[in-house]
């Protein structure tokens, strides 16, 4: 194996002295060296530190508050090709080392039912490597009672405007840190930060006994408390705050949607999570082959499939990314040490590509993991998670989405993401949004509702016509992408432009539950 370079930061903020006074030499000594001396042909540490916050507030009332810390550590280990693992919270090198024996223990345990060796990716070594997310304003260095006010001027930027009877603001922030050791020389050390702001304003009709809700439309990121502030420029809380109530009344009001093929126009505050249910979870390798079937399906884009499947249009061209700057699912190193990459999933509009990690590359044929494994705690082994999966904006022409609009006769602008469904496969789905504009003549025309749009995935793709330019990409995401049992969630984020497809199946929803 080579060994790569000491120090591989991507932001300009430290990683907390207080996780660097961890004894995370002490315990990779133990551990290692205990697991070598048990029998372990291989065997990994991850020590895993968690930092939680999570602010809601009613009507500018605090309504909870939550702070939560998960420190712990966990050992992997290889014996005779088939995996341990154990882990433990106290973080002490006799505790490290009988942590160790117990996995090789539980290795050895399971080697007469494991039917497939486990063989790992080669992968450079990486010696004292160090990796921070970029953020200006750690969270966690904020005050509380500022964070409140913020949240409740904000709600009352809504709450006073007419129409609007009830507003509810929140803000999730987590700080995740890791260490990483393995027995062939690896030690890289990491910190994100990750924070989700959003506030709903929701109007009552009490007499109808409805209700209708708009909610802002930021993205949770990797970012900063100059994220929730508008100090760092990306989301104009103030322009977005002042037109909501506007939106809201017009939406209430707005003609239910004539079902049928429609032409639509959809925004990346949309796009985003039709890309990740029918994109990104259908290239995950290990669901492709069969392995998420039990829980959460697997995917009609099966590897005898690759390098063959039309999955859309030539101009379709989307990346597997975990490099991607302020991405959610963005790392140096993931949890098997392998350094973060980017690569094609779809190109010229066919599958070309899956995510991996060491286990499965092999399998595929591949020298190398491109990166995705990921544990959401020190007590769960790491799976083969999401990397940042975005479509790219038009490279040759940098087209807004008011041109795509243009193009359009009669159609529809979809604006922001609310329910969803797809079927196990991850093929025949159906998306609702937070805004439908109707399109006339190349323009907008007033708001429409009840409005979800209803394809198969290839038809889906196979039905656009022209993807937006560089200056309509965005990142959209979740913080709470759920795989796996015992169940996992990880954050992912989405990039995408606007883009134009035509003859989409229109289902008015309130029709569709006999209302």
């Known amino acids: 194996m080579s060994i790569a370079n000491s120090e591989d930061s991507s932001g300009t903020a430290a990683i907390d002295a207080e996780f660097l006074a961890l004894p995370l030499a002490a315990l990779t000594d133990a551990a290692l060296g205990a697991a070598r001396s048990a029998g372990a042909e291989y065997a990994d540490l991850r020590v895993h530190r968690l930092v939680t916050q999570s602010i809601r507030l009613r009507d500018g009332d605090v309504e909870a508050i939550t702070n939560a810390t998960d420190l712990g550590f966990a050992v992997r280990v ?26 090789v223990t539980v290795a050895t345990t399971l080697r007469a039912l494991n039917r497939e060796r486990v063989e790992l990716a080669d992968e450079p070594v990486y010696r004292d490597a160090r990796w921070s997310s970029a953020y200006d304003i750690d969270p ?16 009352e930027r809504l709450s006073g405007a007419d129409g609007v009877d009830h507003v509810t603001a929140s803000v999730l922030q987590v700080k995740e840190q890791t260490y990483y050791a393995d027995t062939a020389g690896s030690s890289i050390t990491q910190q994100r930060i990750r924070l989700h ?63 049928g093929p429609t032409d639509l126009v959809i925004d990346p505050t949309n796009l985003w999570l039709t890309i990740h249910e029918s994109i990104g979870h259908a290239t995950e390798y290990d669901r492709a082959i069969g392995y998420e079937s039990a829980y959460a399906g697997t995917s009609f884009a099966t590897p005898d499939k690759l390098g063959t499947l039309r999955y859309g249009t030539p101009i379709m061209h989307v990346t597997g990314d975990r490099t991607e700057r302020h991405g959610l699912a963005s790392v140096g190193y993931d949890d098997e040490g392998v350094a973060g990459q980017r690569w094609d999933l779809v190109r010229d509009g066919t599958l070309v590509g899956y995510q991996l990690d060491r286990v ?17 705690s020190p007590h769960h082994v790491p799976i083969q998670r999401m990397a940042n999966v975005s479509l790219q904006p038009d490279p040759e022409a940098d087209t807004s989405t008011e041109e795509l609009i243009s193009r359009v006769e009669d159609g529809i602008y979809i604006v922001g993401d609310r329910s969803w469904s797809i079927d196990m496969q991850r093929y025949n789905f159906q998306f609702t949004g937070q805004r439908f504009f109707r399109i006339r003549d190349g323009k907008l025309d007033g708001q429409l509702r009840d409005v ?22 965005q990142l959209g995401g979740a913080f709470n992408c759920g795989k796996a049992q015992p169940g996992q969630a990880a954050p992912v984020s989405h990039g995408c432009p606007s883009i134009l497809v035509r003859g989409i199946n229109i289902l008015n929803t309130r029709t569709e539950a006999g209302q």
């Open 140 to 155: 966690f260095s904020v005050p509380t009672t500022e964070k409140v006010a913020l949240l409740q001027g904000y709600s």
């Open 360 to 376: 499965f590359a092999p399998r595929l044929g591949l020298e190398r993991s491109n990166g995705c494994s990921y544990a959401d």
């Open 197 to 259: 702001p959003a506030l709903e304003a929701v109007t009552v009709d009490s007499s109808a006994g409805v209700f209708e809700s708009m909610r802002t439309l930021a993205a949770p990121a990797g970012r900063g408390w100059e994220y929730v502030t508008g100090a760092d420029g990306v989301w104009d809380w103030d322009d977005e705050l002042a037109r909501i109530p506007a939106w809201l009344a017009e939406k209430v009001k707005a003609p239910g949607v004539t079902p």
């Open 452 to 473: 979800a749009y209803q394809a198969t995935t290839t038809d889906f793709w196979g039905s656009m016509e022209a993807v937006g330019g560089p200056s309509t990409w």
């Open 78 to 103: 290889i014996v005779d090709g088939t995996w341990g693992f154990a882990s433990h919270p106290a973080l002490t090198p006799q505790t490290a080392a009988e942590v160790a024996r117990r996995a």
